[in-house]
Structures are given as C-alpha cells and as structure tokens.
C-alpha cells in the first residue's frame, strides 16, 4: 500500500467490517478490523493502518472534541472524557520575533490528562472493549501512562504501565497512580520498556496501546482536522507548515493519514497539504538522521538522553508511517538542544502559555529553521504543544525565576522591590 499523497482510495475487501478494515502499509494485506487482536501484519509484520470504505468531507463534522469526527472514526462514540477541541492560540510576540505571516499554537496540554494522548486513547480503549480484552498495558515516557489509566479506569479496565526507573516526571507517575494503574519501573530506557510491553502482548497477558496500536493513532489524526478547521475559520486557507514534536511519530503519522484521507475525498488539494515537520532532542534525534541522510529505515539509537522526557525515544515505532509523511509534504527534521527547548518553554510562558519541555521543541525548531531560511517570512505555520506544563513541574521550576525570600513588613518588601 502507498503511503503517498496520490495514492488512490483502496477497493474494499472481504473482510471490511461496517466498511473498516486494517490494510499493511507493507505488503497490502488486509485484516478484518475486531474478529482478533492485531498490531502488525500477520503476513511481513509491517504496520496496519486502519481503512474506510467511506472517507469524510467537512460537512459530515458534527459535536465537539474528538468525537465530531466520528465520520473519520471506527465507531460513533468511545470511551469518553471530554478530550479534543483544544485551543488554537495567538502569540503574536512570538509571531513577530520569528517573522513569518501567522503562527498559532495548538495546546494539547489542554485534554483532560494534560496531553495529546486522551485523543488516541478514547478511541483504543473503545477498541479493546469490542475486542472484549482483559488487561490493558502501554509502556509510556509518562504521558501514555496518564491517559491510559485514566481512560482504562474510566472503561473499568485494568492496566499496567511500564516505566523507565528513574526517567518519568513525578507530575506523570502520579496521574498514573492515582488513575489505578498498576506501575512497573524498568531497570532500562523507554525502548526496553516497548520491547517487554510488545512481547506481553504477544503471549496474550495484555492489549497494547502504544502508538504501534493503528487505532491509537485514528483518534490522534483529529489533531490536524482540529488545525485545518481552525485556520480555515481564521484566514480562510489551510497552515503552510505544521512542526510538531516526535518521540515514537504516532502524531505525524496520524496527521498525515488525516490529510491523505482528506485528499482522497476531494476536500483538500495535494498541493495544499501543509508541510509536516518533525522537531527532535539533540541527544534522541533518530528521525532527524535519517532524514538528513535520506534514509528510508531509522537507526535504533540505544542511548538517548535529553531534560524533555515525552521524546526520550531512541527507536520510533511508527517511523515508517511518519518518514513518507515529512518528505511527500515538502517538510523536513531538525534537532535542537535542551538549552534551546528551555529557551522555547520560557518563550511561549511569556505567552501565557505553559507547556512541560518536549512541547517546546516545536517552537525551538521552528525559530532554527527561520533562522536557517528553510521557513519563509510568508509562512502560516501551526507549531504542536503537546503536554501541559505541570506534566514536569520541578522542569517549569528549573526554567522559571527563584523565589524571593522577604521579611514579613509592607514597607521592607517595597524597598525590596526597588532592589
């Protein structure tokens, strides 16, 4: 199966269920969607995208959150907590110090467990219902773990969440604790982690949902319908770029899926599609190489290290999804530095907005790349935040100003203040 922006809409098979199937991007093999728990193909082990007999247009976008896109999704309705309908915020400082034509910040951090996840979740926990599965179980940098538990306690489920000892924000572990889920820390990376959680999977003790999960990343393709609409709404025209962070690519493989299926249905032109642009830590920037090498496979870096935890990801899943996404766009990958991503996190507080260090990486690769003439002065350019600032507080605490220490008197605090 292509994964290119010309692809036509693929025939549909036997084994569609209510006109939905999985298809292997790999060999095109195709699955019926709930008659068994599938992650890859049964065929090659490539990955599975989820098909539609019917693609939707703008007109059949009905509701709030997430679900109003149920046209665009296996079922009408999940296990819900309100997630979706995030803001689209202005910043014009920021705007105008990085110089394009409109820049809008896309919080996710703003979805009930405080990221992009809930928007995977709603629609992999319902996924797992119809399955009629067990125990739930992810391994998570944080984050997953937060919407797992929440949304697998909220659909009376159990889960189980793997982490790297050590490696996870408290702010992380404790939504995951408070949720119910049942927490292993790992004497190893995220990556270790993955690779336990895909084996338990296998033997049949859990259902996985990591981004490898392709239901996940039908209720994450929302983000992007969320942008088109709002810069539609706006100026009329859909963004020119939309840069966001990657760890394992779940989001820029789902927003390219959102907007292939878009040009399928005729609703979006192939030109128009707007530039998919992935932004990585210096010290885990697997993507970004095989970018700039020109790689179609991602090497697995086994040591990975930056203070932007939720991209602490030396080997991502769904690269195979995400690399045809960045280059059938015209986008491109950029590394940039912690001190760079702290710089962005401070940059966007200015404006009001607090989001833990990983979002930031959008924006800090987003001021790289106008700095280096990649983005243009006419540019309108969405950047991702994906987790709220409290994900990561002893981060927003490092980045931010110290405290003050002051006698308990009005008039020695103003001569303070004058200081």
Request: glycine fraction near 10%; proline fraction near 5%.
């Amino acid at each position: 199966m292509s994964l290119s922006l010309s692809a036509e809409q693929p025939a549909v098979p036997d084994v569609a269920d209510d006109g939905v199937w999985l298809e292997c991007i790999e060999c095109g093999e195709t699955f019926a969607p709930f008659d068994d728990v599938r992650y890859t193909c049964d065929e090659c082990g490539g990955l599975l995208e989820v098909r539609y007999a019917d693609l939707p247009t703008f007109d059949d976008f009905e509701g709030h959150g997430v679900w109003r896109y149920a046209a665009a999704l296996p079922f009408e309705a999940g296990v819900s907590i309100q997630e979706g309908a995030t803001p689209l915020y202005e910043v014009p400082r920021l705007e105008d110090e990085i110089g394009i034509e409109a820049l809008r910040i896309k919080h996710e951090g703003m979805n009930p467990t405080g990221s992009f996840k809930d928007r995977g979740m709603t629609v992999g926990v319902q996924v797992a219902k119809e399955l009629g599965v067990g125990r739930l179980a992810c391994a998570s940098t944080g984050n997953t773990s937060a919407a797992l538990a929440a949304y697998g306690t909220r659909g009376d489920m159990e889960t189980l969440v793997l982490l790297p000892a050590g490696k996870v924000a408290a702010g992380k572990i404790a939504q995951a604790s408070l949720h119910d889920a049942r927490i292993l820390e790992v004497d190893g990376n995220f990556d270790a982690c993955l690779d336990i959680v895909q084996e338990l999977a296998a033997k049949g003790e859990v259902y996985l949902l990591n981004s490898l999960n392709p239901f996940r990343l039908e209720g994450q393709k929302t983000i992007g319908l969320e942008i088109l609409e709002g810069f539609l709404a706006d100026y009329d025209t859909v963004p020119d770029r939309i840069v966001l962070p990657v760890g394992n690519a779940g989001n820029t493989s789902a927003l390219y899926k959102a907007f292939r299926e878009l040009v399928q249905a005729g609703e979006l032109d192939e030109d128009d599609v707007p530039k998919l642009t992935g932004v990585q830590a210096d010290g885990a920037a697997p993507m970004v190489e095989a970018i700039e090498n020109d790689a179609d496979e991602v090497r697995r870096w086994d040591d990975v290290e930056t203070r932007a935890t939720a991209i602490r990801i030396g080997n991502p899943v769904n690269a195979p999804k995400a690399i045809p996404g960045i280059r059938e766009t015209g986008g491109t990958a950029v590394a940039v530095s912690d001190e760079e991503i702290t710089d962005a996190q401070r940059a966007l507080a200015r404006e009001g907005i607090g989001v833990e260090p990983a979002s930031a990486a959008s924006v800090a690769g987003l001021r790289k790349l106008r700095a280096s003439g990649v983005v243009d002065d006419d540019e309108r350019v969405a950047c991702l935040t994906t987790g709220h600032l409290l994900k990561d507080p002893d981060a927003a605490a490092a980045a931010g100003g110290d405290p003050e220490p002051v006698p308990a008197d009005t008039d020695d605090i103003l001569e303070h203040l004058q200081q």
